[in-house]
């Protein structure tokens, strides 16, 4: 087990996801919001956003708030009734974290996603593209587990793997979990008071898992064994991921300030690991071929548009994997097309306002987005190819 005692700093990060649990965001004994705590919280992701950095947060606390407004008896839900709460939760909070954030003239946009939406390609890109048009506007996506139609055979049912997924969908190179203990440590501190916390994890090893599974009480054994699940998530998708305290005002000054916490780092980052997995873990289902100028253009860093694709081969869907070729058949690289082969066959050589027109839709004219695709490295003169090492 490796414990490096160096780690980045919370304002290296471009894009930082934060995932607030139901225990620090309600009082389960009022069955409200703890607003003074949510207001400092605010103001620290107004700090962050101030400083031009795009924050997600990943909420719980619907299926608590719903119980609170509908006056519930405590104890167990039926699936049903969690998700009849969760509705009417989902209402209150997102209105909140609309509130607190305006207070800071953030604007916030309610995202709510299942299993199926971060693990098929498909609905991963639609989810992906809102989400990135939201950071684009500099508002901040408050994403929840869609608790209403999800059931215990399709849910995450913890919102630590479900932020270390939307880590990874976004190519947010942080996440942060906010929890009620300030990070990992070698033994469960309330039982053990040689307890040390291990600052730094620069890979998630069997002793790591070995620790998060050694807690006393059932709630600490499944809430550390989900936030290493998280770990092992992001790490291996190129974001960084720590743990600290939420039960304290401002959590995040106090990270920005060199609090206790423990980092999990990753060698990678997430535009790499994103496209390591396009290039080798995809099957390919079809070939888009393209002109020169296209080739030119890819190779300069941009998408992929309508207009420079002159065939379609195969038969593919939105977000499956797809080979480019050059005029000649060279492979260019590979991606995740935006369109299925019939769309792309009715748009091919189309401007993007041509395209449009056809398909009758606005707001998507690249092919391959630039974030889809793995370009091989090419002497364009010689028409010669060398494949990128992911």
Same mark, same amino acid.
């Given at each position: 087990?490796?414990?490096?005692?160096?780690?980045?700093r919370?304002n290296d990060?471009?894009?930082i996801?934060?995932?607030v649990?139901?225990?620090l965001?309600i009082?389960?004994?009022a069955g409200e919001?703890? *607003?003074?705590? %949510?207001?400092? $919280?605010?103001? #620290? !992701?107004a700090? =962050?956003?101030? +400083?031009?950095k795009?924050v997600?947060?990943?909420?719980s606390?619907?299926?608590?708030?719903?119980?609170s407004r509908?006056?519930?008896?405590?104890?167990?839900?039926?699936?049903?009734?969690?998700?009849?709460?969760?509705?009417?939760?989902?209402?209150a909070?997102a209105r909140i974290w609309?509130?607190?954030?305006?207070?800071h003239g953030?604007?916030a946009?309610?995202?709510?996603?299942t299993?199926?939406?971060?693990?098929?390609?498909?609905?991963?890109?639609n989810a992906?593209?809102?989400?990135?048009?939201?950071?684009e506007?500099r508002?901040?996506?408050?994403?929840?587990?869609?608790?209403t139609?999800?059931?215990?055979?399709i849910?995450?049912?913890?919102n630590?793997?479900?932020a270390?997924?939307?880590?990874?969908?976004? *190519?947010a190179? %942080?996440?942060? $979990?906010?929890? #009620? !203990?300030?990070? =990992?440590y070698t +033994?469960?501190?309330?039982?053990n008071?040689?307890?040390?916390?291990i600052p730094v994890?620069?890979?998630v090893?069997?002793?790591i898992?070995a620790?998060?599974?050694?807690a006393?009480s059932?709630?600490s054994?499944?809430?550390?064994?989900?936030?290493?699940?998280?770990?092992?998530?992001?790490t291996?998708?190129g974001t960084?991921?720590l743990?600290a305290?939420g039960?304290i005002?401002?959590?995040?000054q106090?990270?920005?300030?060199?609090g206790?916490?423990t980092?999990f780092?990753?060698?990678?980052?997430?535009?790499?690991a994103?496209?390591?997995?396009?290039a080798g873990?995809?099957?390919?289902?079809?070939?888009?071929v393209?002109?020169?100028?296209?080739?030119?253009?890819?190779?300069a860093?941009?998408?992929l548009?309508a207009?420079?694709v002159?065939?379609?081969?195969?038969t593919?869907?939105r977000?499956?994997a797809?080979?480019?070729?050059?005029?000649?058949?060279h492979?260019?690289?590979r991606?995740?097309v935006a369109?299925?082969?019939?769309n792309a066959?009715r748009?091919?050589?189309?401007?993007?306002?041509?395209?449009?027109?056809?398909?009758?839709?606005t707001g998507?004219?690249?092919?391959?987005?630039?974030d889809?695709?793995?370009?091989?490295?090419r002497q364009i003169?010689?028409?010669s190819?060398t494949p990128?090492s992911p």
């Amino acid at each position: 087990m490796s414990r490096s005692q160096t780690h980045p700093r919370l304002n290296d990060f471009r894009r930082i996801v934060i995932k607030v649990g139901s225990s620090l965001l309600i009082d389960s004994s009022a069955g409200e919001v703890k *607003s003074a705590w %949510l207001e400092a $919280l605010a103001a #620290d !992701i107004a700090t =962050l956003h101030r +400083a031009g950095k795009d924050v997600l947060v990943v909420s719980s606390g619907s299926i608590a708030l719903g119980r609170s407004r509908l006056k519930l008896p405590s104890g167990a839900l039926k699936l049903e009734e969690s998700q009849a709460a969760a509705a009417v939760g989902q209402i209150a909070l997102a209105r909140i974290w609309a509130k607190v954030l305006d207070h800071h003239g953030i604007g916030a946009g309610q995202i709510l996603v299942t299993l199926q939406d971060t693990e098929e390609r498909r609905r991963y890109l639609n989810a992906r593209s809102t989400i990135s048009k939201l950071l684009e506007w500099r508002a901040v996506p408050v994403i929840n587990e869609n608790d209403t139609v999800a059931t215990s055979e399709i849910r995450y049912g913890d919102n630590d793997r479900l932020a270390a997924r939307v880590a990874t969908m976004t *190519s947010a190179d %942080l996440l942060v $979990l906010l929890s #009620d !203990i300030d990070g =990992l440590y070698t +033994a469960p501190p309330g039982a053990n008071p040689n307890a040390k916390l291990i600052p730094v994890v620069d890979s998630v090893t069997a002793d790591i898992e070995a620790m998060a599974g050694a807690a006393e009480s059932e709630l600490s054994r499944g809430g550390m064994r989900t936030k290493i699940e998280a770990a092992k998530i992001a790490t291996s998708a190129g974001t960084h991921m720590l743990i600290a305290s939420g039960k304290i005002a401002h959590p995040l000054q106090a990270i920005a300030d060199g609090g206790k916490c423990t980092w999990f780092l990753t060698p990678a980052n997430p535009v790499t690991a994103r496209k390591r997995w396009i290039a080798g873990s995809l099957e390919p289902k079809g070939v888009l071929v393209i002109d020169a100028g296209a080739v030119k253009a890819l190779h300069a860093g941009r998408s992929l548009l309508a207009a420079g694709v002159t065939r379609i081969e195969g038969t593919f869907a939105r977000g499956d994997a797809v080979v480019v070729r050059g005029p000649e058949g060279h492979e260019i690289g590979r991606g995740l097309v935006a369109y299925g082969a019939d769309n792309a066959e009715r748009i091919k050589g189309k401007s993007s306002a041509e395209a449009s027109r056809i398909l009758g839709l606005t707001g998507r004219p690249e092919m391959i987005h630039r974030d889809d695709l793995v370009v091989s490295h090419r002497q364009i003169e010689s028409g010669s190819d060398t494949p990128d090492s992911p």
